[in-house]
Structures are given as C-alpha cells and as structure tokens.
C-alpha cells in the first residue's frame, strides 16, 4: 500500500534555530500533501496544504513566515520552522495524497522540543 | 464549524476486556466519519470508516456506528488483544471525504496481558 516517510522522527533543536522536516510518499505521486501539528491533550490541527508546485494554503492563525513549507516535487514536501521558539515545542505530521478520491496516508510524525 | 470530541484517555485495558472510545462530533453538512490508528514509530493508518447515517465500519474486530440522531461514531471492540495497543483518532471530513480531516484529541489504549 501507500507509504509516507517522515524525517527526522524526533529533534530538539535550540531557541533561535531553523528546523526542517521531510515528508517523503515513497512508492505514489502525491499532488497534495497535508501537514498537523498537535499540542499536548489537543486535536491533530491542520496547519497548511501544499500542492506540487504552488505555494501553499495556511489555515487561520497559522505564520506562513514561520513555517515554510516546500512541495517542489510529487514526491516531497518539506516544512521549515524558522526561528524556532519553545512554544513550537509540539508533534508535527504529515500525509499525502494521490487525489480526492484516494485516501489520506500519513507520516510517522515529527516530534520537535526546541530549547 | 466541523469539530471532534473524543474520550480523553489513557485508557488501560487487560487482555479480552471490552473496549469503547467515544467520539462525538460537530459538523456543518453531511461529513464522512473515521477512526484512525496509530501504532508506536509508525504513521496514522485509516481503520475504519462510514459515509453516512446508520452505516457501520468495521476492521479488524472494531465497530463504529455512524448515530446521526445522537452524533456520535463510538469505537467499539469486543475482545482486545495487546496488539491493540495504540493511539486511536476519530476523525470527521465534510463533502463526502474530498475535504480535509478534523481530528479529536486521539486516545492511547494499552492492553496488558
């Protein structure tokens, strides 16, 4: 079936730091890919959609500066936390899919503590 | 707006018991329900589903009835395994599933022998 790879599963960075995280669909094209983030005791958030070579979508609320996200190709999506601060400190997924009639396929998850 | 309350957990369960997650949601138009799992180091992977009133997802020995009246999609299992051992999301997407997915908080579930 279907795989997303996520990279790193886990990093802790220090305050000030840019860290990026990869989201890989490793045997189908994704033409949209999907990236949450989840704080303690609270829902998976939908954080920005990303389609294959335009930019992405932001939800409400969300920085589009502070959180950079890249899908250059069908298969990659990467999100960037710029100038990363504690209160980033959270889980970060992903998930890919082919189109609206597939599924969604989900990453593994990023767990990021900034310092 | 869309929204999904989901049983805080964690729940812990002994081998063979009887397993329910409550799930409850809020939703503008007709939405698609889901139950996700996740097992430890590994992605989110759909279970089950159901797309409209009445309509019964099951998976693996889960059960999830889609309760219009009562707006609920309540996971439910007669026997668990330690396998079972996870995170569970429920889940709702509007417009027939083509939109995005509104998760609940998720409820770690740990089985001992």
């Known amino acids: 079936g279907a795989v997303v790879s996520q990279h790193p599963s886990w990093v802790i960075c220090k305050s000030g730091t840019s860290v990026k995280i990869e989201c890989r669909s490793l045997?189908?094209?994704?033409?949209?890919m999907f990236w949450y983030r989840q704080f303690p005791k609270q829902s998976l958030m939908l954080m920005a959609t990303s389609n294959e070579g335009s930019k992405a979508t932001y939800e409400q609320g969300v920085e589009k500066d502070k959180f950079l996200i890249n899908h250059a190709s069908l298969t990659l999506s990467t999100l960037t936390v710029t100038s990363a601060h504690p209160e980033d400190s959270s889980f970060y997924i992903c998930?890919?899919?082919?189109?609206?009639?597939?599924?969604?396929?989900f990453g593994s998850g990023t767990r990021l503590t900034v310092v | 707006g869309n929204s999904v309350t989901q049983m805080e957990g964690p729940v812990t369960l002994s081998e063979e018991a009887f397993l329910t997650i409550n799930c409850t949601y809020t939703a503008t138009g007709y939405p698609s329900l889901f139950w996700y799992v996740q097992y430890p180091g590994e992605g989110l992977q759909l279970l089950l589903k159901?797309?409209?009133?009445?309509d019964k997802g099951s998976n693996k020995g889960f059960e999830a009835t889609y309760r219009k009246e009562t707006t609920s999609f309540h996971l439910e299992k007669g026997s668990v395994q330690v396998s079972d051992s996870a995170v569970y999301f429920c889940a709702l997407s509007d417009q027939g599933g083509a939109n995005n997915l509104f998760f609940g908080t998720g409820t770690r579930l740990t089985v001992i022998p």
């Open positions: 159901a797309t409209k009133a009445d």
């Open positions: 998930s890919a899919r082919l189109d609206s009639f597939n599924g969604y396929t």
């Open positions: 045997d189908f094209q994704a033409t949209t």
